[in-house]
């Protein structure tokens, strides 16, 4: 079989972005976990699948996969770069789409200078929400680790679910983080059942982080939309950062904006790029 799919990014978050609605796709998790090898497949952070929604009042469904082939719920610079894709391959002409993901609806706004702005809802910290195992809701839960790693035996965390869950750290020097040492630890940590995403973040200023994540089922990758309205989301609850702050990742800035009201949206603005149309062979 052959498939269609477009190489998209958004800041250096890469996907493979396929249309369900104008061609069959059926794909396994192995078949995904091939196609994200950068050696011998497409090479992707995950793939983004287009499908006709379930509910009339959504305009499409959004499914994502991680590279190892997971299906999980929520997945932010993809989310901008399904805007995109809609649009660019004229399966609908709106600039506001309401699309529904594993994780809940959201809602995408193509700006008038080809960015995306994204309503992620409203950030959930309750333990449940994640899933975390913790006897309460605290803005830091201290994780024992399994063995000492990076000199530590413990790590102050924020868990924040953006539809999908996150583990959030401060770091003072991001470049200096152990990311590839404490990453994998905190994201098969056994408090987090589900796995978890982890974000190190260092607060320049009240309106300015640096972040690198951590993902769950991918690795460390150059930008994580919903990472960034994690840590975010967590700043401003901890009354650390101000309403509007800029996130900067490896892989370019992204604009979150959240009143800090449980009960109100979360905004995520950035760019998107597309990189090449292709056609692989499947077996
Ligand atoms: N790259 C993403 C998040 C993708 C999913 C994540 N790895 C998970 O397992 O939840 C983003 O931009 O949000």
Redesign the pocket.
């Known amino acids: 079989m052959l498939l269609n799919f477009t190489k998209m990014h958004g800041l250096g978050?890469d996907f493979m972005v396929v249309d369900g609605i104008t061609q069959r796709v059926r794909l396994t998790t192995e078949q995904i976990g091939e196609l994200s090898d950068r050696h011998t497949g497409v090479g992707f952070?995950?793939l983004l699948l287009v499908e006709p929604p379930r509910h009339p009042d959504m305009d499409f469904r959004y499914r994502?996969f991680?590279a190892d082939g997971s299906e999980?719920?929520?997945?932010?610079?993809?989310a901008r770069c399904f805007a995109r894709f809609v649009r660019d391959k004229q399966l609908t002409r709106k600039r506001t789409l309401n699309v529904e993901t594993a994780g809940g609806p959201l809602t995408l706004i193509v700006t008038q200078n080809q960015q995306v702005r994204v309503d992620m809802g409203s950030p959930r910290f309750a333990p449940d929400s994640l899933p975390f195992i913790a006897d309460e809701d605290a803005l830091v839960h201290t994780l024992a680790l399994p063995a000492t790693t990076a000199g530590l035996t413990q790590v102050d965390v924020s868990v924040v679910s953006m539809g999908?869950p996150h583990a959030v750290l401060l770091v003072d020097d991001v470049e200096q983080a152990p990311v590839e040492a404490l990453g994998p630890v905190l994201e098969s940590h056994e408090r987090f059942p589900r796995r978890v995403?982890v974000g190190f973040m260092q607060i320049k200023n009240r309106s300015r982080i640096d972040l690198r994540v951590f993902?769950?089922?991918?690795g460390e990758?150059r930008a994580?939309?919903?990472?960034a309205c994690a840590a975010v989301a967590s700043g401003i609850r901890r009354g650390l950062l101000d309403t509007r702050t800029k996130v900067r990742l490896p892989g370019g800035t992204l604009t979150i904006e959240w009143s800090g009201h449980p009960d109100e949206s979360l905004f995520m603005t950035g760019p998107v790029a597309t990189v090449f149309e292709g056609r692989i062979e499947l077996e």
């Open positions: 978050n952070d995950q994502i991680n999980v719920e929520n997945c932010g610079n993809g999908n995403n993902e769950r089922g991918t990758t994580c939309g919903t990472g």
